[in-house]
């Protein structure tokens, strides 16, 4: 069992639009989501130039969101996420106890007489289409492999998640947001998005409920190097969810089970669902925003970003 | 009973409801009288009618575009001369069901949005609303204004052999249809006139005002603000944009695209030449998904971002509610009735055709053991659409459905296949023969209640054989007349007395997109009657051969070259200019890919109309048709083409005679005007100043033509009484005051316009005809006395260089202004909408 163990977290991303933009609302889902194993404990987002507007609320999966507008001309933006977490370790899966996984998709099938309880109905929104995920018979066939009849769910989904993990090559070149998976199936290469989307499209193919899990890992500098600034990024995970232990996480882009280094922003039924900055802007040029993520272990704090900052942690 | 013509050849084929005669072959009781007007008037009265609501269809522009027609938009409206008849318990009994299963759905969408009961309790299947795409999360527990979500619902319905009516479809987002009935209506009981009075005819006219008033009454109006509602369209290209245009001018709703509106504050505003205007209530055509570009679909400009924050915010009524597409699943028929009893704790009055859920194992099994008597249709809409009748499929056709089938099982259903109902349909030889009917009904919410539309629009399958009806597959409309039985009164449905505020406050805003349009209608109907003019003087010139023939021949030529109206002559020789053949002239009138052809002008003019259609009354919209319909359908040659510029003559004048007389004279009007001026100015100054350009000699010959350019032919005689000379000609199309077609004419009323714009908008332009105008009256014509100096050098440059000078001044100031009004009025904010994710 570890301790908990406190992050700093910091997201900024700049949009250099080129020409004016007259009028610009955007959705932030940048906030850490509080969770029985994550403490959020400050939070803040400075914005850069100030909105007209400003509005922070829940979305309908619970997440925390901020509604930007920016009526006033511009012609840049800085969205700059600031947070201190503490993670402790996640509740352990139910071992042996586990369900097989073809139980947990009769369980999912709609029978008359029979209403589903509140956990099923939680589940059924991830069970189905959605905007990245497909819902077809090729994936389940491809997915068959790690889900023999009369397996245990959690074994099947572990074998599934190291399969991505192993067949698949991590390539920041390869994929743009919105790749689509059967062309990250096709190409077997793409980043954490596209693997999570892969294996949720697989999992929810052969009927199990599965979400998209949107938040940051903690990655380890080359052995001899230093931690640098902004040298990580946002990253995605799936959920899959079990009758008896409820929502189980795999990070198939690391082939492990999320973590001591995984925190959450929140969740929902694919990226499209808790997108970390999503905008609609009138006018504008062409333009790429500039991301820069750290995740920084107190420990390493003040070497990062000075003694005077400290005080946050302590 | 033996039937007449035009019924001689109908037989009803078996197993189908027979809507007009009963078994035995006499005619059903509400068809009576109808059968026997048809008889009376046999075939060709039948085809003599069917022609003339071709015609009228053509005329009122009814169109309905085909998305998936390479030629594109707008295909006429197809309508059968022969109404279908309901009888009145017939009606009774479906008007029951559906006001019933409006308020169903209504209180399902509701529950979906908010506690989800139905859903816990089992009653409703979650892969139903989660794994629909028409189900969006971020309306999660919204509250509608009054929470009503479903304003305007509309069924398809359709008849089974034993005479029951059956729902097939519920439309929950946006249900088109209602203009068409109405179209439908009045063009049918035109035709049918003696009949429809006598024949006890439920009118239906009263819907839209109950609908106007209904919206009105429940959109969140702060005090003291006057209630604003709008209609917002996908815009021109889309199917039923005919419809949109058609309703709003009924309602009196501003038609509006999403470009129009903006979010400030979480409230809606529209966009006006007077600035932002609150919005309270947005009747909407446009597709869930489309709506919010910050929320929903981040790929559609079509929308309004925040539209959603300001749903949530109670500050906007939107009809109907954002999610209501939800309901677009025939999954939902099969659970319906227990749906029902639970939140109405009523039985369902009108049923659904038999269905069958996939998702349900043992519905399922039962469908593929029954596949033979069924119809296959994907559970949601935006899947493979069409549906597939079991027995039609061979053996291995059918063997991949049902694999289809087990694989993704919640995505499909299937429903009992029902014989349709059959119901005379005339056909190209005037005879009546049996076709399958579909109708759409509708249903609107009131304070009071679900009211339901006596009559709708009925669907005929385009063969015989076909059970299937759909416009989008090639099929016919028809009218629905409901007889009741004692005669009709029209119903008085009361509105509240307008409040003074709203007498002010409602008269004009226009939009700014709609005042650019009317803007521009102006400019193309100025471009098109002064090229028809033009065109029209060089038809008159072809058969000239004497010497001053040939040279106002020439001189008129290098003018339409100059304008680009006849291709470019070649630049590199010195060679005599070749004279435009027929050949050119033909094509500088009918060549449609010509940039600068009267046609291609007619065809934008057309299109600026049509964006601005529900501002302009009918007459005017069919005189903008007409245009490029008198140049597409001349006859060949010369004498087709000079006649085919004298009909577009006819109708510009009666486009100017609308500008002028058929408009209420609010701002876009004034824009309207405007750009006929400016564009008037543009042209003259153009004209005038290549005339000019001329050696002396292809001047004087052409004295003649710029007096007919002009239209100022007739002053001229009427002044003079002797042919063309230099100084009077120039006085009256260039110093002339009260010429309506000189340019000292154009710049005193844009003067005027543009000083009562400027003071009522609070602004000055840059671009001041009041100079030119200036410069205009110190012109000493005693420089033009002599005529044999004209060319001659003299202080202040030679005077018809000077003049000449002028001339293009004027045409500049006129781009000049034309860009200022753009700038100022027009590019309300950037067109271009960018959405954008980051990780």
């Avoid at chain 1, 704090?301 to 302590?314: D, I, K, N």
């Avoid at chain 2, 075939?43 to 309905?64: C, F, I, K, P, S």
């Avoid at chain 2, 030119?772 to 420089?783: A, C, E, Y």
Wanted: proline fraction near 7%; aromatic fraction near 8%.
């Amino acid at each position: 069992m570890s301790a908990p163990t406190r992050y700093f977290v910091s997201h900024l991303t700049e949009y250099d639009y080129g020409r004016p933009v007259a009028n610009g609302r955007h959705i932030l889902h940048l906030s850490p989501r509080s969770l029985p194993w994550q403490s959020v404990l400050s939070h803040a987002v400075l914005i850069d130039p100030g909105p007209s507007e400003r509005q922070a609320g829940v979305d309908a999966f619970g997440n925390p969101i901020e509604t930007l507008v920016l009526s006033h001309q511009h012609s840049s933006l800085a969205v700059h996420a600031r947070s201190w977490v503490e993670l402790a370790p996640r509740p352990s899966p139910a071992a042996k106890a586990s369900e097989t996984w073809i139980a947990v998709r009769e369980g999912m099938v709609f029978r008359a007489g029979q209403p589903p309880n509140a956990a099923e109905r939680d589940a059924a929104r991830y069970l189905f289409e959605s905007r990245h995920v497909r819902v077809k018979r090729e994936l389940a066939d491809w997915a068959s492999a790690c889900f023999a009849p009369g397996e245990a769910l959690l074994s099947s989904v572990a074998r599934l998640n190291a399969r991505i993990h192993a067949e698949f090559a991590f390539d920041p070149e390869a994929t743009h947001v919105a790749t689509p998976v059967m062309e990250v199936l096709k190409t077997r290469r793409g980043v954490c998005q596209d693997f999570a989307h892969l294996m949720l499209s697989a999992l929810r193919s052969l009927g199990l409920p599965a979400r998209y899990m949107s938040g940051y890992l903690l990655t380890t500098p080359p052995p001899g190097s230093p931690r640098l600034v902004g040298a990580d990024a946002s990253h995605a995970w799936v959920a899959v969810w079990s009758p008896l232990s409820g929502w189980v996480e795999f990070d198939p882009t690391n082939g492990v089970m999320a973590g001591m280094g995984h925190i959450t922003l929140g969740w929902g039924r694919d990226f499209g669902d808790v997108t970390p900055l999503r905008g609609v802007i009138y006018g504008g040029g062409e333009h790429t925003p500039s991301i820069e993520v750290s995740v920084v272990p107190e420990a390493d704090y003040p070497a990062l970003f000075g003694e005077a900052a400290t005080r946050l942690a302590s | 009973m033996t039937l007449k013509p035009p019924f001689a050849a109908y037989r009803c084929p078996p197993a189908h409801f027979d809507e007009t005669f009963l078994a035995d072959g006499s005619p059903r009781p509400a068809w009576q009288s109808l059968i026997t007007t048809l008889q009376a008037g046999g075939a060709d009265a039948l085809l003599r009618q069917a022609d003339t609501l071709r015609r009228m269809v053509e005329h009122d522009g009814v169109t309905y575009n085909v998305y998936a027609d390479p030629k594109g938009a707008d295909r006429p409206w197809s309508l059968d001369p022969v109404p279908l008849i309901l009888s009145a318990d017939d009606w009774q009994c479906i008007a029951r069901g559906i006001a019933q299963r409006a308020q169903v759905l209504d209180r399902t969408l509701a529950d979906l949005y908010g506690p989800q009961h139905l859903i816990a309790e089992g009653l409703l299947p979650p892969a139903l609303a989660f794994g629909h795409s028409g189900y969006l999360w971020p309306c999660q527990g919204v509250t509608p204004p009054g929470g009503r979500w479903l304003h305007l619902y509309a069924a398809d319905l359709a008849r089974s052999e034993d005479g029951r009516w059956w729902v097939i479809h519920d439309r929950t987002q946006g249900p088109s249809g209602i203009g068409y009935a109405m179209q439908n209506r009045r063009l049918v009981s035109r035709g049918l006139l003696e009949l429809f009075r006598n024949s006890h005819i439920a009118h239906f006219t009263d819907f839209l005002r109950v609908l106007r008033d209904s919206l009105t009454a429940m959109a969140p109006v702060p005090p003291g603000e006057a209630p604003r509602i709008v209609l917002l369209t996908p815009g021109p290209w889309n199917e039923t944009y005919f419809e949109h245009s058609l309703l709003a001018r009924h309602l009196g709703f501003a038609l509006v695209e999403g470009q129009d509106l903006t979010v400030r504050q979480d409230r809606v505003y529209l966009k006006t030449l007077q600035g932002l205007q609150p919005v309270h209530g947005i009747l909407r055509r446009l597709d869930d998904d489309y709506c919010d570009p910050a929320e929903l679909r981040a790929d559609s400009a079509l929308g309004i971002p925040g539209l959603l924050a300001a749903v949530r915010a109670g500050k906007v009524l939107v009809a109907n509610g954002l999610g209501s597409g939800v309901l677009e699943t025939t999954g939902i028929h099969g659970f319906l009735p227990a749906i029902c009893e639970r939140l109405l704790g009523e039985s369902l009055e009108l049923p659904s055709v038999a269905t069958w859920w996939c998702g349900e194992a043992p519905a399922l099994e039962h469908v593929i053991e029954h596949i033979d008597e069924l119809v296959i249709k994907p559970a949601f809409p935006g899947m493979s659409p069409e549906p597939v009748f079991g027995h039609r499929l061979n053996a291995t056709e059918r063997a991949a459905m049902v694999e289809r089938l087990r694989a993704t099982p919640h995505a499909f259903l299937a429903q009992e296949w029902v014989r349709l109902s059959q119901v005379p349909t005339l056909q190209r030889n005037g005879s009546l023969a049996p076709r399958a009917v579909g109708i759409r009904v509708f249903a609107l919410a009131t304070p009071e209640g679900y009211v339901v539309m006596p009559g709708g629009l009925a669907r005929v399958a385009p063969q015989s054989d076909d059970d299937v009806v759909s416009m989008q597959r090639g099929g016919a409309s028809k009218d629905i007349w409901v007889r009741s039985e004692a005669p009709v009164a029209r119903e008085a449905l009361v509105s509240p007395p307008i409040a003074p505020h709203e007498l002010i406050r409602t008269a004009a805003t226009i939009p700014s997109r709609i005042a650019e349009n009317l803007f521009w209608l102006g400019r193309y109907s100025e471009r098109c009657e002064a090229h028809t003019r033009l065109l029209r003087a060089g038809l008159n010139r072809l058969s000239g051969s004497d010497d001053e023939g040939m040279r106002a021949s020439q001189s008129l030529a290098r003018i339409c070259h100059a304008l680009q109206m006849l291709p470019q002559e070649s630049e590199a020789d010195d060679e005599p200019a070749r004279l435009p053949d027929d050949a050119d002239w033909l094509a500088a009138i009918f060549d449609g890919d010509a940039p600068n052809s009267l046609l291609a002008n007619a065809r934008r003019l057309q299109r600026a109309g049509g964006q601005v259609r529900e501002r302009l009354s009918a007459d005017n919209w069919h005189a903008l048709n007409r245009l490029p319909q008198v140049l597409e359908q001349a006859a060949p040659g010369i004498g087709g083409a000079a006649e085919a510029l004298d009909n577009a003559m006819l109708v510009c004048v009666s486009l100017a005679g609308f500008a002028m007389d058929d408009m209420t004279r609010d701002d876009g009007w004034r824009f309207l005007l405007l750009g006929r001026r400016i564009e008037r100015l543009a042209g003259l100054g153009a004209l005038i100043g290549h005339f000019l350009a001329n050696p002396p000699e292809l001047r004087d010959g052409g004295l003649e033509w710029l007096l007919e350019a002009t239209d100022s032919i007739i002053t001229y005689r009427s002044r003079y009484q002797r042919r063309p000379e230099m100084l009077p000609v120039l006085d009256l199309v260039v110093f002339d005051r009260d010429n309506p077609h000189a340019l000292g004419f154009q710049l005193e009323v844009l003067t005027r316009y543009l000083g009562r714009l400027g003071r009522d908008f609070g602004m000055r332009f840059t671009s001041d005809p009041a100079g030119l105008l200036d410069t205009l009256r110190r012109f000493d014509p005693t420089r033009f006395h002599n005529l044999a100096l004209l060319d001659e050098a003299a202080p202040g440059g030679a005077p018809i260089e000077a003049l000449q000078a002028f001339a293009w001044r004027a045409q500049q100031l006129a781009f000049a202004l034309s860009d200022e009004l753009s700038l100022r009025f027009f590019s309300h904010a950037e067109r271009a909408v960018h959405t954008a994710e980051a990780a």
